[in-house]
């Protein structure tokens, strides 16, 4: 009677697993591919930030057509071969290294943008674009194949193919745990940080300016609010979403390595495997979606009904010119606070206005990223 339920257990733990993994490629490729498509027919989205999303966007792909089958053969015992078995795991570890690399890329770009604003089109020029899309794929692709090159456990033969059987958990953990996912999220977490500090003194300082001219709350301050307040929302969500993708694999393996008498139960095993494949799944919903210029464009080859796009080309030239204005009643205020500033601190704290100021130009930068 145990044997039976051990066995419907462990059938139901498969057939929710595959579920999963056939769901979560569909959905990774169907998702990541429209963005591909969105930023390939607009050629004003031709700019050096989408050449980072549509590199991720094409690991990904790769995630939700190689990966997801790959996992899944494995899974099954899937080649019987010793080599094949190594080979097919590595290739489950490359894309999904270069996956993770783009994001660590991309949160590297935010931060130039909010850290260098008046210098970033010299700085992230496309050629250097393209270099970086580039070393993402080499860099994932000789940290893919070290179990080929010997990273591995010794060669034996095997008859159902399993993933620790022929992959060492030092390797899982010092490489791709602590090297990539950790290094990652590490750089994600200090990049928004920052940004995060930045929108919030672009909030004060617009609180500040309001005080010092006497001015009441009006719509285009309260939508500037809003706008802040979703950008700190939204670079929460990220590390949310990435962390909890990616840190329960990483966990188990450190768990498994360090302690010789845990176990888990299989069950948690694929759940852990199948979060950090959907992460694949989640990123054009975060980090492309987000930006209204690629989610405008995509609605638009979605629907492309001539009702629809008139009705959408009103709206953009509405809102493009509520920015126009909101930028210019920003400007003006802050001329106002410059000149407050100057005629009450000229004498005492120079270098502490132009400090100030600059930093209100930053924060500026920091709601036109998202």
Same mark, same amino acid.
């Given at each position: 009677m145990l044997e039976q339920e051990t066995s419907l257990n462990l059938n139901l733990n498969d057939s929710l697993y595959l579920s999963a993994e056939i769901m979560i490629g569909i959905l990774t490729v169907c998702g990541n591919s429209l963005v591909l498509l969105t930023v390939y027919s607009s050629q004003n989205l031709h700019s050096t930030s989408n050449m980072f999303l549509?590199?991720?966007?094409?690991? $990904?792909?790769?995630?939700?057509?190689?990966?997801? +089958?790959s996992a899944m053969l494995t899974h099954y015992g899937i080649p =019987?071969?010793?080599?094949?078995? !190594? /080979? %097919?795991?590595?290739?489950? &570890?490359?894309?999904?290294?270069? =996956?993770? %690399?783009?994001?660590?890329? &991309?949160?590297? $770009?935010?931060?130039i943008a909010i850290r260098l604003p008046f210098e970033y089109q010299r700085v992230v020029s496309m050629n250097r674009v393209q270099t970086v899309n580039i #070393?993402?794929?080499? !860099?994932?692709?000789?940290?893919? *194949?070290? +179990?080929? &090159?010997?990273?591995r456990h010794p060669p034996k033969e095997i008859q159902f193919c399993s993933f620790k059987d022929v992959t060492k958990l030092e390797y899982m953990v010092y490489i791709q745990f602590f090297g990539v996912v950790l290094t990652s999220f590490t750089a994600m977490l200090v990049s928004n940080v920052y940004i995060f500090t930045v929108v919030r003194k672009h909030i004060q300082q617009i609180e500040s300016i309001r005080d010092v001219l006497g001015l009441q709350p009006d719509q285009n301050f309260q939508r500037s609010y809003i706008r802040d307040l979703k950008t700190a929302k939204s670079l929460a969500l990220m590390l949310v979403v990435f962390s909890h993708c990616?840190? +329960?694999?990483? *966990? %188990?393996?450190?768990a498994l390595l360090y302690c010789d008498g845990c176990s888990f139960s299989p069950s948690m095993i694929l759940m852990a495997t199948s979060l950090s494949h959907a992460n694949s799944f989640v990123n054009p919903l975060l980090y492309s979606t987000s930006n209204s210029s690629i989610r405008h464009a995509m609605w638009k080859l979605l629907f492309s009904d001539k009702d629809l796009e008139t009705k959408q080309s009103s709206l953009e030239f509405i809102s493009r010119m509520q920015t126009l204005h909101h930028n210019s009643a920003r400007i003006k205020s802050?001329?106002?606070? !410059?000149?407050?500033?100057?005629t009450a601190s000229l004498a005492t704290?120079? $270098?502490?206005?132009?400090?100030?100021?600059?930093?209100?130009?930053?924060?500026?930068?920091?709601? #036109? *990223? /998202?």
């Open positions: 549509c590199n991720l966007a094409a690991a $990904d792909i790769c995630v939700g057509m190689f990966v997801a +089958p =019987s071969n010793y080599y094949g078995c !190594v /080979f %097919l795991n590595c290739i489950v &570890i490359t894309f999904c290294d270069a =996956s993770i %690399l783009m994001l660590l890329v &991309i949160a590297a $770009d935010r931060f #070393t993402v794929w080499v !860099v994932s692709i000789i940290l893919g *194949i070290f +179990p080929m &090159i010997g990273w990616w840190l +329960p694999i990483g *966990i %188990l393996n450190t802050s001329h106002s606070l !410059v000149q407050t500033t100057c704290e120079r $270098d502490s206005e132009s400090k100030g100021y600059a930093e209100y130009n930053l924060g500026e930068v920091s709601t #036109t *990223i /998202f």
